[in-house]
């Protein structure tokens, strides 16, 4: 996405959405923790699927294991990318509506004087 052909408007309005969407994501103490518990148990469970395969053969309960904890790792990857990527695309957004302002501010004074 462009940030240099978005109106002022719009920009406000992806930055309030990026603001509202992070600081839901902050407030929340347990979600975080839940979440690496959530990612260790999904570890332990494809582990446990590999060990047993190797121990006792393949059957559908180590199966289910393994795609249980690749799904639940996967998950987890795919949730703590999306938050870099938006906390990032929020600092982009900050300095451009900063560097607008900083424009306005030099053309009005430059046309006071």
Do not use: P
Not at 57 to 67: A, E, R, Y
Not at 70 to 94: H, M, P, Q, V
């Amino acid at each position: 996405m462009d940030l240099k052909t978005q109106t002022d408007a719009e920009l406000i309005s992806l930055r309030d959405r990026l603001n509202e969407w992070c600081l839901k994501h902050q407030e929340s103490k347990w979600g975080h923790r839940f979440w690496i518990l959530v990612v260790i148990l999904g570890v332990f469970a494809f582990l446990q699927g590999i060990i047993d395969i190797f121990i006792s053969g393949i059957n559908l309960l180590d199966i289910f294991l393994i795609i249980l904890g690749t799904i639940t790792c996967f998950s987890w990857y795919k949730d703590e990318n999306r938050r870099k990527i938006n906390i990032g695309f929020l600092a982009e957004i900050n300095g451009e509506i900063a560097l607008r302002d900083y424009k306005d501010n030099i053309s009005k004074e430059s046309k006071t004087a």
